[in-house]
């Protein structure tokens, strides 16, 4: 690019999501860093107590979930909050949520100002993966550009502006669907930008080469009876410009976990059900406690009680800090075979020629992820934990795994950081 223009990238620290959306872009951003709207330097502690409320609330409830009826009701009523509206009959839906008027009422109380007013001082564009970032900064009148960043494939109202009509903010949305629910919650055509999720640029390329070399190694990985490569085969020469040698190998699977981390549970069974293959080293499983220390402990000691034969075939990814930890997660994923998560913002990462294997999702924007993902063919529900060892080769030698890479690859958007850029630069 002849011409980058600086900017701020604001996300939450709640999850992994919204910072995992910013990190692809902090090498243009101002200062190469990311901006923590609910831990930002200045921040008052009201503020902070305001969002480390609101955090602990949603970690809490994501985790208690599995615990039956209280669990269950508990999370249903703030799902309800984050709540999807039925796509069909399409009609326009302008009304306000609760959780949209919750947070404004908040924003009206002072929150986000201090850092607003930090940032006027010298009004950059901004960029926000969260949409609380980008009320706060058109109400308290910032005075650069606001450019929002949608982080699932479809959302609700909460991320439409209170009046939209009028609002100078701006949509980076991740799939048509995202445009399409964005018209109807009111939003202007001409603010709305259909660019994907921003995948790492480590893991794609300018021109795609990163990804592409690391997709054929994987297909003939994903394919030792070679079912994919004869029906596919030709095209993936075309499009790659090389064709495919199946060959018989290690695999390396990826367990990821979402920041509740209300699924480390199902590790122990995957190592159970896979300890076959694991002893042998047919496969590799890297269990990823993100940034957590509680989960890494956990998946620490289940390591050491694996035993001798098993231990060496497993490995656990932990960064306290979590830019730590998407860099080398990221670098993790080029190896990766087969990645093993719910249908969480990583949903998107299906665009880096990965196979998703999908346990249950939790909340509604998961499950429209899901839905997407199997409408492109990308990902693949989980079936019975216990017995991966028995369909997860069925898979492998019938090429489905093969076949949800190819897809993911050709469906889901790969290039959406670069896209963003271009976007920003443009409006110079």
Same mark, same amino acid.
């Given at each position: 690019m002849e011409k980058e223009k600086k900017f701020y990238l604001v996300a939450a620290d709640m999850g992994y999501g919204h910072q995992r959306a910013a990190y692809p872009l902090i090498g243009q951003a101002a200062g190469r860093h990311i901006i923590i709207a609910n831990n930002y330097p200045g921040i008052s502690q009201?503020?902070?107590?305001?969002?480390?409320?609101?955090?602990?609330?949603?970690?809490?409830? =994501?985790y208690f979930k599995k615990v039956p009826i209280i669990g269950q009701a508990a999370f249903g009523l703030m799902d309800e909050l984050q709540d999807i509206p039925p796509y069909y009959p399409r009609r326009p839906f302008n009304q306000t949520s609760p959780q949209q008027q919750f947070f404004f009422r908040l924003v009206k109380k002072g929150l986000g100002k201090k850092l607003i007013d930090q940032l006027n001082k010298k009004p950059l564009p901004l960029v926000c993966t969260f949409f609380v970032a980008a009320y706060f900064a058109e109400y308290w009148d910032y005075q650069g550009d606001i450019y929002c960043q949608i982080c699932d494939t479809d959302l609700n109202r909460a991320w439409a502006p209170i009046k939209p009509a009028t609002s100078r903010i701006r949509y980076l949305a991740t799939t048509t669907r995202a445009v399409e629910r964005l018209k109807l919650y009111g939003v202007g055509e001409k603010n709305i930008f259909l660019t994907g999720f921003p995948l790492p640029k480590e893991n794609v390329g300018e021109r795609r080469q990163i990804l592409q070399a690391d997709l054929l190694k994987r297909l003939e990985r994903l394919d030792p009876q070679g079912v994919f490569t004869k029906k596919y085969g030709d095209y993936v020469k075309l499009s790659l410009g090389r064709g495919l040698q199946p060959r018989l190998a290690p695999l390396t699977i990826t367990y990821a976990i979402g920041g509740a981390g209300a699924q480390r549970d199902l590790a122990p069974v995957l190592i159970r059900s896979l300890g076959q293959q694991l002893r042998r080293r047919q496969i590799k499983l890297h269990l990823v406690a993100g940034s957590r220390h509680d989960v890494n402990d956990y998946f620490q000691e289940l390591k050491r009680q694996s035993g001798p034969a098993t231990r060496p075939s497993l490995e656990v990814l932990f960064y306290p800090k979590k830019e730590d930890y998407f860099k080398n997660f990221n670098k993790l994923l080029r190896t990766t075979d087969i990645l093993i998560t719910k249908p969480s913002e990583l949903s998107f990462y299906a665009g880096l020629g990965l196979p998703l294997i999908m346990t249950e999702p939790v909340g509604a924007q998961e499950e429209e992820n899901r839905k997407w993902l199997i409408k492109i063919g990308a990902g693949l529900d989980a079936e019975d934990?216990? =017995?991966?060892?028995?369909?997860?080769?069925?898979?492998l030698n019938y090429g489905y795994l093969a076949r949800a890479a190819w897809q993911g690859y050709l469906e889901a958007e790969s290039s959406a950081t670069y896209n963003i850029l271009k976007i920003i630069n443009r409006d110079l």
């Open positions: 009201e503020e902070k107590a305001s969002w480390k409320n609101q955090r602990f609330w949603y970690e809490l409830i =994501s934990l216990p =017995s991966i060892n028995d369909w997860l080769f069925d898979w």
